[in-house]
């Protein structure tokens, strides 16, 4: 089990939100659908490395992000597509694009692994940001689990919609095991379905950051201390410091 | 969302703070401090967090100002999922997303907007 410790940040901080760090943790330290709790764990740490890293400090200064050439810092073996991945996905989420995604898959990633480890960016993401917040250390990484990744390909995944396949509420099936809380689910839910394990651990540590689906529209209750315009002001103010579209 | 969330409240909101900080326009109790405690915690500089963040605890409490955080935080998990996805920016808020709000916004600037011709 991994060790979160949110003791000394001067804060009471609810149980749930705690659990839900742990959770994610041991989640992310153990086999995946693609790839192994070894490589899962090699890349929650150069998500961390991604931050100190001066090519992609030079990229996020630039005019364009294809104005500058260089390479990253790295602090893993993990290969040059996975790097680049994961570095860009940090450092400067808001300036990808199409061409630069069908880059990275050319350069010998599959769409699966594409998937699972833009989950595991979004999830270490917000983990540490959370810790960083509350003026905490950074979780220490978990030992990784030994296992074979399911290596499970939803049937119903396809690319309409988005740059990566998707599987739409309609085109899910038995296999994938729960997917969607409702078939109305937004295109931020559906993101990561191409992986379901991935979608379903991502979402059950989201939630208790933000909203539990069920709440997201229900604008006038709010089961935060924050009234919920507070809450969207935040959300709003850091997309578009992102430079986020969505 | 939140044009939603405060038309519902009953607050006002001046969408083009989303993109170019608080003006009067923005009616939200304690906005300044939680915008002020968001935009340290995106620019990741740990003396700026420590100090919004007390003026968050001071202000709103203990509760309030772990709940700042966690939001805040949880947005920096959505939006890489929408943008290493390339999620359609037009399906935001079930399709409810119009281009006269993210061009009250400024949100039409975005690279990915202007890229996308």
């Not at chain 1, 959770?23 to 961390?48: K, N, Q």
């Not at chain 2, 044009?3 to 607050?11: L, V």
């Not at chain 2, 929408?82 to 997303?97: C, E, H, K, R, W």
Request: hydrophobic share 40%; with cysteine.
């Amino acid at each position: 089990m991994s060790s979160v410790s949110f003791e000394n940040c001067g804060f009471e901080v609810r149980q749930n939100l705690i659990d839900a760090h742990t959770d994610a943790w041991d989640r992310i330290a153990s086999p995946g659908t693609w790839l192994t709790g070894e490589r899962r764990i090699a890349v929650a740490a150069e998500i961390r490395q991604a931050r100190a890293c001066e090519f992609c400090a030079e990229i996020k200064d630039a005019l364009s992000p294809n104005a500058v050439t260089g390479t990253h810092t790295t602090i893993s073996n993990l290969s040059d597509a996975e790097v680049e991945l994961i570095h860009r996905v940090v450092s400067d989420p808001g300036r990808l694009s199409e061409p630069w995604s069908q880059e990275v898959l050319a350069g010998g990633l599959s769409e699966g692994e594409y998937v699972e480890i833009a989950g595991t960016i979004a999830s270490v993401m917000v983990m540490d940001t959370c810790t960083m917040a509350l003026g905490v250390a950074d979780t220490d990484l978990p030992d990784a689990i030994a296992g074979e990744p399911t290596r499970y390909l939803p049937p119903g995944a396809k690319v309409e919609a988005a740059w990566l396949p998707i599987v739409e509420p309609e085109d899910a099936v038995e296999t994938d095991e729960p997917l969607y809380p409702s078939p109305k689910a937004g295109y931020i839910y559906r993101g990561l379905s191409m992986v379901p394990e991935s979608m379903r651990n991502y979402w059950a540590m989201a939630n208790e950051h933000y909203l539990p689906g069920e709440f997201i529209y229900q604008f006038d209750k709010t089961i935060r201390a924050l009234e919920r315009p507070q809450m969207e002001l935040m959300a709003a103010r850091v997309s578009a410091l992102h430079q986020c579209a969505y | 969302m939140l044009r939603e969330s405060t038309q519902i409240a009953d607050n006002e909101v001046n969408l083009k703070d989303v993109t170019q900080g608080l003006s009067e326009g923005t009616q939200i109790p304690n906005a300044e401090v939680l915008v002020n405690f968001a935009e340290a915690i995106v620019s990741r500089d740990p003396a700026n967090i420590a100090a919004t963040r007390q003026v968050v605890s001071d202000t709103l409490g203990n509760d309030a100002t772990v709940d700042a955080a966690a939001v805040v935080s949880a947005f920096h998990g959505f939006v890489r999922i929408a943008d290493s996805i390339g999620i359609p920016y037009t399906t935001a808020v079930l399709g409810q997303d119009a281009p006269e709000m993210r061009e009250e916004a400024g949100i039409n600037d975005f690279y990915r907007i202007q890229e996308a011709g």
